[in-house]
């Protein structure tokens, strides 16, 4: 199972940027996919998650800011990041719960997409 995020990028304060993360491999269910976020000389934090049955959870610091959500079908996870602020800056995680065909549950961990907030 791979975990391959994308979208980070360099981004003005104000702007928007949306984060994908697609888990492929032999997959037989999903359980909560999320984000985590570290910033240099921080440690990793927990910005959102999904649930497989819908429901949501953020961080304090982007309630009102991101959105997360989910496409079943594709086994993809996005967040819609708008109104960034510098202190948004940090590398971006993706993880989910994944239940494989042989029927082992495990937590699976994307590389990283780097999002970068400043003037």
């Known amino acids: 199972v791979q975990l391959q995020a994308s979208g980070g990028g360099l981004v003005q304060p104000g702007g928007s940027l949306r984060l994908s993360c697609a888990a492929s491999?032999?997959?037989?269910?999903?359980?909560?996919m999320g984000w985590h976020r570290q910033a240099p000389g921080k440690k990793r934090e927990l910005v959102a998650v999904?649930?497989?049955?819908?429901?949501?959870t953020y961080a304090d610091s982007v309630k009102g800011r991101f959105t997360i959500s989910r496409d079943n079908a594709k086994n993809t996870v996005y967040l819609q990041m708008d109104s960034l602020k510098p202190e948004d800056t940090a590398m971006y995680y993706c993880?989910?719960?994944?239940?494989?065909?042989?029927?082992?549950?495990?937590?699976?961990w994307g590389k990283g997409t780097l999002v970068t907030v400043s003037s």
């Open positions: 993880n989910a719960g994944i239940r494989t065909s042989d029927f082992r549950r495990s937590d699976y």
């Open positions: 491999g032999s997959i037989f269910s999903i359980n909560d």
């Open positions: 999904s649930t497989s049955g819908g429901s949501t």
